[in-house]
């Protein structure tokens, strides 16, 4: 069940946990048999609960997904990395871009044949225009997350 789980608290007492996070916050309440009326009603607590939470808050749009910057980036620009190969000893700016059908797009920029700066900034303009090709759609993939989103 999407965002629900069975959970032993402690020797003799159990409930049903939600936990799910939008844009980054984490939402989590716990519903307990003892203080719900039985393992039945805590569970319908539960999914009304999270039903009306989904239903109430936004979720993070496939765009503003592609736009996030991970902790990991150097570059400073989402979706831009640079990469070294032996092929390529000086190295290449690349922007990438995971589509909506699942496939990768990727334009890479030579450093050898645009000079270091003037590769970045083309790798930034080629990410702008792979972002035009993302559906502004919620980020989304559970069939229930995708009902209760709308």
Known sequence: MYAIRRHRAAIKAWCWRVRFSRCGKLYSKAFYDLACGGARAAKAQAIAWRDEQLAAIKALTLLEFHQQKR???????????????????????????KCNDGKRLAKSFSVRKFGEREAFHLAVAARSELLAKVEDRPYLYHAVAKRLSR
């Open 71 to 97: 902790s990991n980036n150097i570059s400073g620009v989402p979706g831009v990395h640079f990469h070294k190969t032996s092929a390529q000893s000086l190295g290449f700016w690349q922007a990438k871009i």
